[in-house]
Structure formats: C-alpha cells, structure tokens
C-alpha cells in the first residue's frame, strides 16, 4: 500500500544552519505531495505542497520538491530560528479511487538551538 | 475567521465511560476527518465523512464511532470498547475527498484515568 517515510529525529541544529528533513514514498499512481508543520500541543498546519512532478512548494523560507525519479519530497530551509523547533509531517494523497486519504510519515522532530 | 474548532482541549474520563468530542468548521467543507494520534507515531485515520449523512470508516474505527448531522459538525465518540483511548485527536476538513489539502483543529488531548 501508499506509504511515507521520513527521517528519524530528532534533528538539532544551531541557528542559522540549513535544514534538510527527508522524505521517500510508495504511492500507485500520481500523489499529492504535502509538509505539515505541528508546534507543541497544537493542531497540523499545512507548511507547504506540489500536486505533480517537478513542482515546487515553498512558504516561510522552507522549499520542497516534487521528484517522481526518486519518489522524494525533501524538505529543506537555509537558514533555521528558534521559532521553527517543531514536529515535521511529511504525508501524501493519491489521486483517484473512492477514498483518497491523506497518508503520513511518522514526523521529524526538529530542535533549533540559539 | 474561518477555521476548525474543537472542544475541549483537555479531557479526563475514568475507564468505562464513553465520551464524545466535538469538531465544529464554518469552511464550509465537505469533507471531514478524524485522526488519532499517539506520542512518537504519525496520524492514523479513525473515520471520515465525504458529505452529509455519510461516513466511512478509516484504519482504526473500532471502539469509536460518529455522526454527521450537519455540514458543519463532526463529533467523535470514543466508547468503553476502545481498549487504549488515551491520545491526542484531531479533527480536520478539506473541500472535497480529491487532492485538496486537509485543515486541521487545534485538537483535543484526551486521557483516561
């Protein structure tokens, strides 16, 4: 079946260094492709997302690409704060069928140091 | 505003008992979600409902169940059938079941006691 997987966290990295959070998946057919980001005790918010291979998501300084070669959508940002230390989702949703439900990875954890 | 509201955000029940969380969106969605989710893991659907008066189950429905009476309401009801209820859950809508992007509430962290 569909499937995403992520990198393990968690990632620390020191403010201002770059971030690259990996993201594979196994999908039929032609997914969507989407980055949530989840702060403490809150709810997903949709980060960014590409419907079709080549696109490019960006939003806040993070930027991801659809690769349909590799079956990636890796997340990255050059330049990490403080204010971005959160839960990462990586999760897709595959076009056509009766039930196109949105499929996640596990989520990255990334802690951002000043 | 537009958004997705669910109440309350904290909620303790003694084993036993059911209980019903609420999820309300003036988005006017279609489409409605529940998911689980558990420290350490991704979210897991419990049901969804692609229009009015119809819901399907997801991949972990057993011991929940939910109604969906109005466009705009989505309650879940976690029974004493669920054998570990505690987590976090979170409700979301999107405009129709296609390719669009989920929107998620702010979610309701329940514990069992």
């Known amino acids: 079946g569909d499937s995403v997987t992520q990198m393990e966290g968690p990632v620390t990295l020191s403010e201002e260094a770059f971030l690259t959070i990996n993201c594979t998946y196994t999908?039929?057919?032609?997914?969507?492709l989407f980055w949530y980001v989840q702060y403490p005790g809150e709810g997903l918010q949709l980060l960014l997302k590409?419907?079709?291979?080549?696109d490019k998501g960006s939003n806040k300084g993070f930027e991801a690409t659809y690769r349909k070669e590799t079956t990636s959508f890796h997340l990255e940002k050059g330049s990490v704060q403080v204010s971005d230390s959160a839960v990462y989702f990586c999760?897709?949703?595959?076009?056509?069928?009766?039930?196109?439900?949105?499929?996640f990875g596990t989520g990255t954890l990334l802690a951002v140091q000043p | 505003d537009g958004g997705i509201t669910q109440s309350p955000k904290y909620l303790f029940r003694k084993e036993g008992q059911n209980v019903t969380l609420s999820c309300e969106q003036n988005l006017n969605h279609d489409a409605m979600y529940w998911y689980r989710q558990d420290p350490g893991q991704g979210l897991r659907l419990i049901y969804y409902s692609q229009i009015v008066n119809d819901f399907q189950k997801g991949d972990i429905a057993e011991g929940y169940s939910v109604s969906r009476e109005k466009k705009e309401s989505f309650p879940l009801t976690v029974t004493s059938a669920q054998k570990n209820p505690t987590a976090f859950y979170l409700c979301?809508?999107?405009?129709?079941?296609?390719?669009?992007?989920?929107?998620f509430g702010p979610g309701t962290r329940l514990t069992v006691l």
């Open positions: 979301a809508s999107s405009i129709d079941t296609g390719r669009n992007e989920q929107f």
């Open positions: 999908a039929t057919g032609y997914p969507s």
């Open positions: 590409a419907t079709k291979a080549d």
């Open positions: 999760a897709l949703i595959r076009y056509g069928g009766a039930t196109n439900k949105l499929i």
